[in-house]
């Protein structure tokens, strides 16, 4: 078997983003020099690694298999190349992955506690969906992710074996308004208010749900905003151009002019918050950001 540590990596972001397609957008390349890459690398190896779906594009046991070697080898890479070029021995490095909704309020708290307890870590952090952050758990690019889910509360996703998961809190869901807009001086709404209300919301998908609409809301949404940031949907919230949903722990961070309302005549909508990451035991490092993630909500 003849490989490239360039197809290795072509692998592994095929097996993260899910699809020729947004491999290509991450490496820089066009999709059909990612396919290339992967033809070649199946015909190298003289097996078949990826599943072709209409949904995108799945690892096989093979690919899974060749996978877990393609992180040591590029791990042994990079350590040989920063040792050519006299680079410094790196801190603990702990690549976290990230929620939206948590970035805001459970991402700074931890930090400054990791900061104080475990110096000698070294986090660097991205913002996915959970469904995105699950699937690079699973290929290595990331080692910890904060993430949520919704009631059933079933396993982030449908892998064996099932990921290690601990849960941090749960939140309840609230609905964002306008502090001088319909609903000023108000605590609650009755969900049948809603329904002819403009929402601002985040695009989605089935596999990607983005948070934005109330979930429990009858009839369909009248969307006048579209926005994924946040920040956008607050000063929108702010500016009167509509509602939206947050999380509860939200609030204390939005801008001046919002208001938080809870949703009455409707079942309570709770999500929960989690901390995910591979089977197995937890390096120190890992144990501590965990630690430094569940403190902010539990000191």
């Not at 015909?43 to 096989?60: C, I, N, P, Q, Y």
């Not at 982030?156 to 306008?178: G, I, K, N, Y």
């Not at 601002?200 to 990607?208: D, F, H, N, V």
Request: hydrophobic share 45%.
């Amino acid at each position: 078997m003849d490989v490239s540590s360039a197809s290795l990596r072509v692998l592994c972001q095929i097996a993260e983003s899910g699809s020729f397609t947004a491999a290509a957008a991450q490496l820089g390349y066009t999709q059909s020099a990612v396919s290339r890459q992967a033809i070649a690398l199946e015909r190298s190896v003289g097996a078949t690694l990826f599943e072709r779906r209409t949904d995108g594009v799945r690892l096989t046991q093979r690919g899974l298999t060749l996978l877990r070697h393609a992180r040591t080898i590029l791990e042994s890479v990079d350590a040989a190349e920063r040792d050519l070029t006299g680079e410094a021995p790196r801190a603990e490095l702990v690549r976290l992955g990230v929620v939206p909704s948590a970035g805001p309020v459970i991402l700074p708290a931890a930090l400054a506690r990791l900061a104080r307890t475990a110096p000698q870590v070294r986090v660097v952090t991205r913002e996915g969906t959970t469904p995105g952050l699950a699937r690079a758990l699973r290929t290595g690019s990331i080692d910890v992710a904060v993430l949520t889910s919704r009631p059933p509360h079933r396993p982030p996703d449908t892998e064996s074996p099932r990921l290690h998961v601990t849960t941090v809190q749960d939140v309840e869901l609230v609905v964002a308004a306008s502090a001088n807009g319909t609903f000023a001086g108000r605590t609650s709404v009755h969900v049948d208010e809603l329904v002819d209300t403009p929402w601002i919301a985040g695009p989605s998908s089935s596999a990607e749900p983005v948070l934005g609409v109330w979930p429990g809301l009858p009839g369909r949404a009248r969307i006048v905003h579209s926005a994924r940031d946040w920040l956008t949907k607050l000063h929108l919230v702010a500016g009167g151009f509509g509602v939206t949903t947050i999380p509860a722990g939200l609030t204390p961070v939005a801008p001046p002019g919002v208001i938080s309302l809870r949703v009455q005549g409707a079942p309570p909508e709770v999500r929960r918050v989690l901390v995910a990451r591979l089977p197995g035991t937890a390096t120190s490092a890992i144990a501590a950001v965990t630690q430094a993630i569940t403190s902010t909500v539990h000191p």
